[in-house]
């Protein structure tokens, strides 16, 4: 065996130990637990996996849903910033199999509303009501 050959052993052994760690922690804790949010935000390098935003404001999002039979462990956490963390809960009809598919779900439909010119996030309806209002639309009530 090669020295490279043992220094890459090495490095898997500490990831796969760090990961253990990191799992071990994440289940004995509630979902708001600090210390396994900041498990997450320092293996993602305190950046949006989608993005590559490093603002303050970062999400712990899980790739498949508790509701769903995801799990509170580090393999289906990643890190997201406010605006792709909206947009994934915004687009429930994005079928996400890998973290690789996430990110190209997000930045495809990111991109295609960039192109559109459409901004992301809500509006509360009193908004769309004084819209509809300047434009001359009145509400159709089915």
Same mark, same amino acid.
């Given at each position: 065996m090669t020295k490279k050959q043992k220094e890459l052993i090495v490095k898997l052994r500490e990831l796969l130990k760090k990961e253990v760690e990191c799992n071990r922690i994440l289940?004995?804790?509630?979902?708001?637990?600090?210390? +396994?949010?900041?498990? =997450?935000?320092?293996?993602?390098?305190?950046?949006?996996?989608?993005? +590559?935003?490093?603002?303050?404001?970062?999400?712990?999002?899980?790739?498949?849903?508790?509701?769903?039979?995801?799990?509170?462990?580090?393999?289906?956490? =990643?890190t997201l910033c406010k605006s792709c963390h909206m947009f994934m809960?915004?687009?429930?009809?994005?079928?996400? #199999?890998?973290?690789?598919?996430?990110?190209?779900?997000?930045?495809? +439909?990111?991109?295609?509303?960039?192109?559109?010119? #459409?901004k992301l996030g809500r509006q509360k309806g009193s908004k769309d009501k004084s819209k509809r209002r300047t434009d001359g639309y009145h509400k159709v009530i089915k």
């Open positions: 289940l004995n804790s509630d979902n708001n637990s600090k210390r +396994g949010r900041n498990l =997450i935000l320092e293996r993602d390098n305190f950046e949006c996996r989608i993005c +590559g935003n490093n603002n303050l404001q970062l999400d712990i999002h899980h790739i498949k849903p508790k509701e769903f039979g995801g799990e509170h462990k580090e393999s289906n956490l =990643i809960h915004c687009n429930p009809t994005l079928v996400i #199999k890998s973290k690789q598919g996430i990110s190209t779900a997000i930045k495809q +439909g990111l991109d295609r509303a960039k192109v559109e010119g #459409k």
